[in-house]
């Protein structure tokens, strides 16, 4: 169930109520940042502060239908900045993935678009940044080569010219030749044990290709061990 779907039903016997008048604000206990809104005694509903302010709610105000809802989306927005910003602490997220993981949220796509507006603004959102930075996690952590790294940043809703220009930055250093012969001479032993030379190539080849390496690469780097030879 979303936030917004949770809400309504919620609501359903204040609703029936209203229009009622707010005859006292009071902060509540547990959560300083946080109000009670009453009528004459009768609790009516809880919001942040800011959203009070937001609103222009005070001892007086009308709470209406119309702006109860108010109240909801703006509780709503809240809640998705707070998980937008949850997310991005944990790690850099490209546009895509921000998207996907708000709507599995239940979040609704007005309120999705105008948090990703947000983090765009405030370069918390950058699909150039993120592609950089996994592009080189994964090829100099992982060992993935080009090929993969290319398709995951895909997946991920990175552009072509970007995934692009991020593979570039992460092979300069070192090229993915290199890359494949540290793969291969991590798992020496284990290839090794296979006794007929040409099984034991197509074993490397093959677990070469899994890591996103090209064919080009992979002959050029099998070359130069000698016991691939």
Not at 74 to 97: C, M, P, V, W
Not at 104 to 126: A, H, T, V, Y
Not at 177 to 189: Q, S
Not at 198 to 207: A, D, G, S
Request: overall charge positive; hydrophobic content about 35%.
């Amino acid at each position: 169930m979303s936030p917004e779907e949770s809400r309504s039903k919620g609501d359903v016997w204040l609703l029936e109520k209203l229009p009622l008048e707010i005859t006292r604000t009071e902060t509540q206990k547990q959560r300083i940042e946080r109000i009670s809104l009453f009528h004459k005694g009768q609790f009516l509903v809880g919001l942040s502060v800011a959203i009070a302010d937001r609103l222009a709610i005070n001892t007086g105000t009308v709470l209406t239908s119309v702006l109860l809802h108010e109240i909801r989306l703006e509780e709503n927005r809240e809640k998705a900045f707070a998980t937008g910003y949850s997310l991005i602490a944990i790690r850099d997220h490209s546009e895509q993935e921000f998207v996907q993981k708000l709507l599995k949220r239940g979040f609704s796509k007005d309120i999705i678009q105008s948090c990703k507006r947000s983090f765009l603004e405030k370069d918390l959102l950058n699909d150039e940044r993120f592609a950089e930075q996994f592009a080189k996690g994964k090829s100099s952590l992982n060992r993935w080569g080009p090929s993969k790294i290319l398709s995951e940043l895909r997946r991920k809703g990175i552009s072509e010219r970007v995934a692009r220009n991020a593979l570039d930055q992460a092979f300069e250093e070192e090229d993915a030749a290199e890359h494949c012969i540290r793969l291969i001479e991590k798992r020496e032993a284990h290839f090794r044990r296979e006794s007929d030379p040409r099984k034991r190539k197509q074993k490397v080849f093959r677990y070469l290709q899994s890591k996103g390496y090209t064919s080009d690469v992979i002959f050029a780097s099998t070359r130069t061990i000698d016991w691939l030879s």
